[in-house]
C-alpha cells in the first residue's frame, strides 16, 4: 500500500514537470507581452525594457525556466534585490522551495499571495458542489434502480438527463433571475466579498454561517447539480448491473433480508463507477468554478486565472495552473486508493 | 444448377433479422430517442437554411432598437419593467444592447455548436480509433510505448491545454505571424469566424479517452477465433484490422462518441464564454449568454434564446445517445 502511494506520489512528478515545461513555455510564445498594456495605455519602450530587467524577462527563457524552478540565485548570486524595493518582490526562490515568484500584473503581490488569497472560495465551492452532487445524486441514483421501470425512476432518470444537459452556464444565471431577481431571497453575488469575509480555510468565533450560506446557495447549486445528475445516472447504471451479479443472488437464496443484501452486498460494489469518475471531475469541476465565478463575480482562483491569461501575467498563470494540476493528480490517487477499499479483488501493488 | 425449393414447413415465415435490425427496432420503439433526432433535425436544417429564416446578417446593428424587446415577451419581465423597456416588434425575440436580432444570433449559434459537435467527434473518433487499433493490434512494446504516452497526457490537465492553445492561436491571428504556413492557416481561421483554430484545439486533446476505449475494445476479440482464421488463411494485417476487427468495436465506440457530444458542445460554448472561442461577431451561444449574463436584473429575455438553444442541443443529444447505446449496446440496460 505505501510502496503504492509513494510509487504513484513518483509518477506525479513528470506530469507535474512536464505541465511546467509544457505551460512555462507556451504561455511565454503567446504573442504579446504582460507589460503591453497598463489599462488602456500602452507603455513607452524604455519603460518596459526596465520592467522586463526587473523580473527577468529579458534573460533567455531557458535561464528564465531554470531560474523560475530553483530560484535566482544561480544567475544573480544571493544578493536581495528585493531589499532594495521591498513593495515590488521580484526575486524569486523558484518553485521548488514553494515559491511562485511575483506576479508581473499585480504589484507588490506574489503570486502566493494571490492563491492564498483566492484559492479557499474556489475551493469552498468546489467541496460544496462535489458534497451536494453526492447527497441528491447518489440516494437518487439508488432509489431509482431499486425501482427499476416505475414511475420514480422514469420521472428519475428525466430529471438526470436534464440535470447533465443544463450547463452551469446556463444554471447560474438561471438560478440567479428566479431566486434573486424574481424572488429576492439570495443575493446575487458578492459571496466572500462582504462579511463574512474569508480569508481563509479558518473560522472565526462568532460566525454569520446564515449569512454565509445564504451567499453561497446559489452557486453551489448551480454547480452541484449537473455533478449530481451525473452521480445519479451513474449510480443508477452501477446498481443495476451489480445485483445481477451472482454473489447477490447467493446473498438472497441464503435467506439475508432485502435490505441488507443491498446495503451490505450490493452497494459497496457499485459505487466504484461513481468513485472512478470522481477524479475526472475535479477536472469538470475547475471548468465549473470558472464559471460560476464569471457569473456571480466571486473573487475565486478561476477569475484570477482567465484574467491572468489575458494580461500575459505568467507566473500567475503557471501557479494556478500548478495548483491545478496538482489537485488533479492527488484527486486520480485517491480514487485509486479508493477502489482498493471498495472492491478488494483490485490489488494496488500489483 | 438451380436451387431445390425447401419443403413449405422449412420456409422462413417471416423476413431473418440481423443483429443490425434488431438495434434499429429498438431504437425505433424509443419515443425519447425518435423525439431528438427529430429535434437534432430540426435544429440542422435550421442551421443550413439560416440565410431563409432569418434576416441572415448576424453582425447588424440597428442602434434604433438596441435592448428592444417584442410585445409577447413583456410576461417574461421583471415588475417594473415597463418603465424602461422599448418595444420593437420587427425583431421576433428582440435585439441585444448593440440591436443585433437575437433570433438571427441565436439560429447562427447553431451551426457553431453543431460545427464543433461534428468535428470534434469526428476528429476524436478517427484519431482515437486508428491509435487504439494499432496500439491494441500491434501489441507488446508498441502498445507499451504508446499507452504510456495516453497516460501520460492523460493526466494532464485538459481544459487548461485547451485554453492556452486558444490563447495562443488567437493572440497569433491577432498579431500575425511570420511563416507562410502560420499565415494560411490564420486565413483559414478568419474565413471560419475564428472556429478552425477552436476545432484544432478541442480535437487535440480529446482523442486520447477514445484511444484507450478503441484498445480495450481490440484486446478483447484480437485473441477471438474468426480473426485467427482470417490470419491463417492469410489475410494481411490491415485488412484483418479494417475488415475483422473494426466492424466488431465500431458501436460501442460509437455510442461512446456520441454521449461525448454533449461535452464538446459545453467546451466551445464555456470557451466563447470567457473570450477564447469564436471571434466577434460570429455568433456562439457560449458568447451570447456571456453578453447577457450581466444584464439578467434588466433583460432576462436576452439571455433566454441562447441558454434554451444550448440546453435543447445538448439534452436532445444526450436523449439520442442514451437511445443508441440502449439500441445498440443492450447488455449495458437491463
Known sequence: ?350 | MAVAELPAHTQLVRKPRSLMSDSINRLRKNKLALGSIAVLILIVLAAIFAPYITTGDFAKQDLMANNTIPHWMLPLMPKGAEQYLRFNDDYILGADDLGRDLWTRTVYGARISLAVAIVASTVSLLVGTIYGLISGYVGGTADAVMMRIVDFLYGFPFLIVVILLQTYFKAVARRGVGGGFGQAMVAINESMGGMFFLFLAIGLVNWIGMARIARGQVLSIRRKEFVEAAKAVGAPDIRIIFRHILPNIIGPLIVVETLAIPGYIFLEAFLSFIGLGVDAPTPSWGIMISEAAPGIRTYPNQLLPPALALTITTLAFNFMGDGLRDAFDPRLKE
Open chain 1, 1 to 350: 500500500m505505501l510502496r503504492f502511494i509513494i510509487r504513484r506520489i513518483l509518477g506525479f512528478i513528470p506530469v507535474l514537470l512536464g505541465v511546467v515545461i509544457f505551460t512555462f513555455f507556451m504561455a511565454r510564445a503567446i504573442p504579446g507581452g504582460p507589460f503591453d498594456f497598463i489599462g488602456d495605455k500602452s507603455l513607452p519602450p524604455s519603460v518596459v525594457k526596465n520592467l522586463e530587467a526587473k523580473y527577468h524577462l529579458d534573460w533567455p527563457e531557458w535561464e528564465q525556466f531554470i531560474s523560475y524552478l530553483i530560484g535566482d540565485e544561480l544567475y544573480i548570486g544571493p544578493v536581495k534585490i528585493f531589499d532594495l524595493d521591498p513593495e515590488t518582490p521580484a526575486y524569486s526562490y523558484g518553485v521548488l522551495r514553494g515559491d511562485l515568484g511575483p506576479s508581473f500584473r499585480y504589484r507588490g503581490q506574489t503570486v502566493n499571495d494571490i492563491i492564498g488569497r483566492t484559492f479557499p472560495l474556489s475551493a469552498q465551492l468546489g467541496v460544496m458542489a462535489i458534497i451536494l452532487g453526492l447527497v441528491i445524486g447518489v440516494p437518487a441514483g439508488i432509489i431509482s434502480a431499486l425501482k427499476q421501470n416505475t414511475w420514480l425512476d422514469y420521472s428519475a432518470t428525466f430529471v438526470a438527463v436534464l440535470g447533465v444537459s443544463i450547463p452551469s452556464l446556463v444554471m447560474a444565471p438561471l438560478l440567479i433571475w428566479i431566486f434573486s431577481v424574481n424572488l429576492g431571497w439570495f443575493p446575487a453575488a458578492t459571496w466572500g466579498a462582504k462579511p463574512p469575509y474569508f480569508q481563509n480555510m479558518f473560522l472565526t468565533p462568532g460566525f454569520d454561517w446564515g449569512n454565509y450560506f445564504s451567499h453561497a446557495v446559489m452557486p453551489v447549486f448551480a454547480l452541484g447539480t449537473g455533478l449530481s445528475a451525473t452521480f445519479a445516472r451513474l449510480m443508477r447504471a452501477s446498481l443495476l448491473q451489480v445485483i445481477r451479479e451472482d454473489y447477490i443472488r447467493t446473498a438472497r437464496a441464503k435467506g439475508l433480508h432485502e435490505s441488507m443484501v443491498i446495503y451490505r452486498h450490493a452497494l459497496k460494489n457499485s459505487l466504484i463507477p461513481v468513485v472512478t469518475v470522481i477524479g475526472p471531475m475535479f477536472a469538470a469541476l475547475i471548468t465549473g468554478t470558472l464559471v460560476i465565478e464569471q457569473i456571480f463575480g466571486l473573487n475565486g482562483m478561476g477569475k484570477h486565472f482567465v484574467q491572468s491569461i489575458t494580461n500575459r501575467d505568467y507566473a500567475v498563470v503557471l501557479g494556478t495552473i500548478l495548483i491545478y494540476t496538482i489537485i488533479l493528480v492527488f484527486s486520480n490517487l485517491l480514487v485509486d486508493l479508493a477502489y482498493g477499499w471498495l472492491d478488494p479483488r483490485i490489488r494496488l501493488d500489483a
